[in-house]
């Protein structure tokens, strides 16, 4: 159990370092995606609803474990396949749909849903190579 905790508390930590490098990139690379984010019709990026965006990289992480330690005997190969193949199934799985009603549902361009997708992808291939590691 000690290990799962430690192995859940390091998946977050990198996440949310992550999150939080991709946002500063994100701003410079895409100024005008990023005004988007502005928008208050369509977010809510109150000081009060702020601190979810930091608390993401630790639900994620203890979500994903659970989910590594059922089918992590699925995935073959080192450390780095099992961490990609374990983002795609996870991005095939849960992202796309998630993201397919997002973009039905919300004011939000195809772009930016597409950098949700590779966001979320990359964030759970990430997670798959520090699970693959610490937990195999």
């Known amino acids: ?59 994620l992480s203890f979500a994903l474990l659970w989910f590594w330690q059922r089918f992590k005997s699925l995935l073959q190969g080192n450390l780095w396949v099992k961490g990609v193949e374990f983002g795609l199934v996870y991005g095939v799985v849960a992202t796309l749909p998630a993201m397919w009603i997002t973009f039905s549902a919300l004011n939000v361009s195809f772009q930016m849903v597409l950098t949700w997708i590779a966001y979320s992808i990359i964030q759970v291939v990430i997670a798959g190579i520090i699970m693959a590691k610490m937990n195999p």
């Open 1 to 59: 159990m000690q290990k799962k905790v430690i192995t859940g508390l390091t998946i977050a930590i990198v996440l949310l370092l992550f999150s939080y490098s991709m946002l500063h990139i994100a701003v410079r690379l895409f100024p005008g995606l990023c005004e988007e984010y502005c928008n208050p019709a369509v977010f809510q990026t109150t000081p009060e609803r702020m601190w979810l965006f930091f608390l993401h990289p630790f639900v």
